[in-house]
C-alpha cells in the first residue's frame, strides 16, 4: 500500500480523496506509484481531452518552457498571439472577443462582472442542479446547497429557475437580472440534457428583456459532445461563453468569450489577473485548438460515444443499474444504490471514474479514446457491477 501520509498531515481536507497515488500518464492510462495501470475515465475532471502526455502536448509545452515561461498581459507575446489565432477558428463566430484566466471559476467570476456593468442590473439567474464553481460570484450562481450552506450572503439575488423546465421559465424575473447563466449539459448532477424549447426559450426571454445569456461550456465544451460546443446542438446563440477544463489539455487556463457589443464596453481595469494568458498555456491551448480543427477528431468523438452508448446500455440487465444519461463522451450511469461500492470496485479492477451526487457513476474519458478503451471500460464494469451484485444479494 503506498504512503499517503503527508498529503493527509498538510493539506487541508478538502477533498474526498481515493487510494491511489498518481506517478506517470500515458494516453488513456494512469500509473500509480505500485505501477499499477487504470483506464482512466475520470481525466483529471474531463481536463485531459487528449489524454496523458499527448506527444504534440509534450513537445509544445517544452518547446515553449525553453522559450519563455512567463509574460504578463500588459505586454503583446508570441505564444498568446498564436493561441488566438488557433482558438478564435473553433469559438462561435458571435464571440469574437476573448478575455483569458487561469480556471473555471474565474471565466465564470468575468462573466458575471461584465454582465453587471453591461446592464446596470444586480440580479442573476440561475438553474436547479447547477454547478459554476465554488468562488464567491460563482457559488452564488451554484445551486447545491451543500456547497452554500456555511458562506452565505452570497452575491444576489439570484433566482434560480427549474433546469429544463419550460414553465418555470415564465416566472422568473428576466427584466431585472443582469445576466441568466445555464450549462448546455449538466455534468455535476449527474450528466442533464434540457430540450431545445427549453434551452430556445430561454435564449428569447433573455433577449427579449435585455438579460445576458451565458451559457458555460466548461464541462460540455471543446468537443466533449461531439460538437466543438455543446450549446450549437440547441441551436441557440449565447452573449457570453465560458471555457476551461481541458482547454489547454491540463495546463490551468480558462477563458470568457463575448460579443462584440459588450467587448465595446469593456475597459482596462476592468478585470485582470497576473496569470491569465501566460505563454506556457497558450503554447498547450494551441495544441487542443488545432487538434479540434481536424475533422477526424470529432469524428471519432461521435463514433466510439455511440459505441459506449451501445455497450454501457447492456448493463440495463442489472439490478442496482437504473439509468444512462449520455452526450458524446459526458457519461452518467445512475445506479439503484450509492455509488460508492460500485466505484470503488471499479477502481480495483482498473477504471477510474468519477460519480455525481449519491447515486450516479460519470465517466469524461478523453476524447481520444479508441474502440479497444470501449471494450476495457464496459468489461470492467460488467465485472464490477456482477460482483456488486453477487456481494450485496450474498449477504
Ligand atoms: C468545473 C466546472 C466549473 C468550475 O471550474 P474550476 O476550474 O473548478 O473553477 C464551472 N462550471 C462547470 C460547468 C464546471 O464543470
Not at 100 to 128: D, M
Not at 272 to 296: D, H, K, Q, R, W
Not at 301 to 320: D, G, W
Not at 352 to 371: D, H
Amino acid at each position: 500500500m503506498a504512503d499517503f501520509s503527508s498529503e493527509d498531515r498538510y493539506l487541508l481536507n478538502l477533498y474526498h480523496k481515493l487510494p491511489i497515488k498518481a506517478w506517470k500518464g500515458s494516453g488513456v492510462y494512469l500509473y500509480d506509484t505500485e505501477n499499477k495501470r487504470y483506464l482512466d475515465f475520470m481525466a483529471g475532471y474531463g481536463v485531459a481531452i487528449l489524454g496523458h502526455c499527448h506527444p504534440r502536448l509534450v513537445r509544445a509545452i517544452s518547446e515553449q518552457a525553453k522559450r519563455l515561461i512567463t509574460t504578463h498581459s500588459s505586454l503583446y507575446c508570441e505564444a498568446r498571439e498564436r493561441f488566438l489565432n488557433a482558438f478564435m477558428k473553433i469559438s462561435p463566430s458571435t464571440l469574437d472577443h476573448i478575455y483569458l484566466c487561469n480556471s473555471g471559476a474565474e471565466a465564470v467570476e468575468a462573466s458575471l462582472k461584465f454582465a453587471r456593468k453591461i446592464t446596470g442590473r444586480k440580479g442573476f439567474i440561475a438553474f436547479t442542479g447547477s454547478y459554476h464553481g465554488k468562488t464567491f460570484g460563482a457559488l452564488s450562481v451554484t445551486s447545491n446547497e451543500k456547497y452554500r450552506r456555511f458562506f452565505e450572503p452570497l452575491i444576489g439575488p439570484v433566482y434560480f429557475g427549474e433546469y429544463g423546465n419550460l414553465d418555470s421559465l415564465q416566472k422568473l424575473p428576466f427584466s431585472h437580472a443582469a445576466a441568466a447563466i445555464v450549462e448546455p449539459v449538466q455534468g455535476e448532477s449527474g450528466v442533464r440534457l434540457p430540450s431545445s424549447d427549453f434551452m430556445k426559450e430561454l435564449e428569447d426571454k433573455c433577449k427579449k428583456s435585455g438579460c445576458l445569456f451565458i451559457v458555460d461550456e466548461i464541462q460540455s465544451g471543446l468537443g466533449r459532445t461531439g460538437r466543438v460546443w455543446a450549446h450549437q446542438s440547441y441551436g441557440i446563440k449565447p452573449d457570453i461563453m465560458t471555457v476551461a477544463k481541458g482547454l489547454a489539455g491540463g495546463i490551468p487556463m480558462g477563458a470568457t468569450l463575448v460579443t462584440k457589443e459588450i467587448a465595446n464596453r469593456i475597459e482596462p481595469g476592468d478585470q485582470s489577473t497576473t496569470f491569465g494568458g501566460n505563454p506556457l498555456a497558450c503554447a498547450a491551448g494551441v495544441v487542443i485548438a488545432e487538434m479540434l480543427s481536424e475533422p477526424n477528431f470529432l469524428n471519432n468523438v461521435s463514433r466510439v460515444a455511440e459505441e459506449l452508448r451501445r455497450k454501457l446500455s447492456k448493463l440495463s440487465t442489472y439490478k442496482i443499474f437504473r439509468e444512462l444519461r449520455i452526450a458524446g463522451l459526458m457519461i452518467g450511469i445512475e445506479l439503484r444504490i450509492r455509488f460508492n461500492q460500485v466505484l470503488i470496485e471499479a477502481l480495483h479492477n482498473g477504471l477510474l471514474t468519477l460519480y455525481s451526487g449519491r447515486n450516479t457513476i460519470r465517466m469524461l474519458p478523453p476524447l481520444i479514446i479508441k474502440s479497444k478503451d470501449v471494450e476495457s471500460c464496459f468489461a470492467i464494469l460488467d465485472k464490477t457491477f456482477q460482483k456488486v451484485e453477487e456481494k450485496m444479494f450474498r449477504s
